[in-house]
């Protein structure tokens, strides 16, 4: 009799849970779209699609001869400005030196007093503060123009692959023209469609299977993120499922399925 009781029960707790089944796509979690920041015709692009690139790698350049002229005027413009300062701080100090040698009668220069001397201290001491001014300004505009010149030649944000190239030597690129997008082959995650009615069977970090057909891959994910459809009226929402990648060969874009076990 007590055996029988223990049949039902394993019984009852088999039937007792449930799975769904549903179909979605992988995707990558890192796209970046890379745009131009300045107006120019490009010099040379240094990938093509598919590419693997690493972080800081160089994607294209811009054409710069435009920009060579403007920095090389900064540069110039804070030379200048330096030397200014230089002659002007030379100046001041030798007005100081003549007015402590008036204040302690050695070597007196001949037609000059303290009163003449306070003067021409004071208005050399602004013509250096104006030259001083004028060197920071100029130090400014040298370092945006620099910052601008390290745009004209574009790097990778981070490791990823070509997966779109708008471009070619000889191009006009504009600002916030979308030129190049790399996506993360290496952090993946399922893109699933789920009906409302089974929203209350999941919840974020709950564990579900997660299968490529294509490859014959199994593998565990975790429910990352439940995200409400923007469109009401389709009554969907959207379900990322993140899984460690252990194959070489799943891309996004790829076929998959993800199950999800459920008590009944």
Do not use: C
């Given at each position: 009799?007590?055996l029988?009781?223990?049949g039902?029960?394993?019984?009852?707790?088999?039937?007792?849970?449930?799975?769904?089944?549903?179909?979605?796509?992988?995707?990558?979690?890192?796209q970046?779209?890379?745009?131009?920041?300045?107006?120019?015709y490009?010099?040379?692009?240094?990938?093509k699609?598919?590419d693997?690139?690493?972080r800081?790698?160089?994607?294209?350049?811009?054409?710069?001869?435009?920009f060579?002229?403007l920095?090389?005027?900064?540069?110039?413009?804070?030379?200048?400005?330096?030397?200014?300062?230089e002659?002007?701080r030379?100046?001041?100090?030798?007005?100081?030196?003549?007015?402590s040698?008036?204040k302690?009668?050695?070597?007196?220069?001949?037609?000059?007093?303290?009163?003449?001397?306070?003067?021409?201290a004071?208005?050399i001491?602004?013509?250096?503060?104006?030259?001083?001014v004028?060197?920071?300004?100029?130090?400014?505009?040298?370092?945006?123009?620099?910052?601008v010149?390290?745009y004209?030649?574009?790097?990778?944000?981070s490791?990823?692959?070509?997966v779109?190239?708008?471009?070619?030597v000889?191009?006009?690129?504009?600002?916030?023209?979308l030129?190049?997008?790399l996506?993360?082959?290496?952090?993946?995650?399922?893109?699933?469609?789920?009906?409302e009615n089974?929203l209350?069977?999941?919840?974020?970090?709950?564990?579900?299977?997660?299968?490529?057909?294509?490859?014959?891959?199994?593998?565990?994910?975790?429910?990352?993120?439940?995200?409400?459809d923007?469109?009401?009226?389709?009554?969907?929402?959207?379900?990322?499922?993140?899984?460690?990648?252990?194959?070489?060969?799943?891309?996004?874009?790829?076929?998959?399925k993800v199950?999800?076990?459920?008590?009944?």
């Amino acid at each position: 009799m007590r055996l029988i009781v223990w049949g039902v029960f394993f019984v009852t707790t088999l039937f007792a849970g449930g799975e769904i089944a549903l179909t979605g796509t992988v995707v990558s979690d890192g796209q970046k779209m890379i745009g131009s920041r300045y107006m120019g015709y490009v010099k040379e692009v240094y990938v093509k699609l598919g590419d693997k690139v690493k972080r800081e790698d160089d994607l294209y350049e811009i054409e710069s001869a435009e920009f060579d002229i403007l920095k090389t005027q900064a540069d110039l413009m804070l030379e200048q400005a330096k030397i200014t300062v230089e002659y002007w701080r030379d100046k001041l100090n030798n007005i100081n030196e003549k007015k402590s040698q008036l204040k302690n009668k050695k070597n007196i220069p001949f037609g000059m007093d303290l009163d003449d001397m306070e003067t021409q201290a004071t208005n050399i001491n602004a013509m250096l503060e104006s030259a001083q001014v004028m060197v920071k300004q100029s130090s400014e505009k040298a370092k945006q123009l620099s910052t601008v010149y390290n745009y004209l030649k574009m790097k990778a944000p981070s490791d990823g692959v070509v997966v779109k190239r708008n471009i070619k030597v000889g191009d006009m690129v504009m600002p916030g023209m979308l030129t190049i997008m790399l996506i993360d082959i290496d952090n993946l995650e399922v893109d699933v469609d789920i009906s409302e009615n089974i929203l209350s069977k999941v919840k974020i970090g709950q564990k579900v299977k997660v299968e490529i057909p294509s490859l014959e891959y199994k593998t565990q994910g975790t429910v990352k993120a439940i995200i409400p459809d923007a469109n009401p009226m389709t009554h969907k929402i959207n379900m990322r499922v993140h899984f460690d990648k252990t194959n070489d060969s799943i891309f996004p874009g790829m076929y998959a399925k993800v199950r999800i076990s459920y008590e009944r």
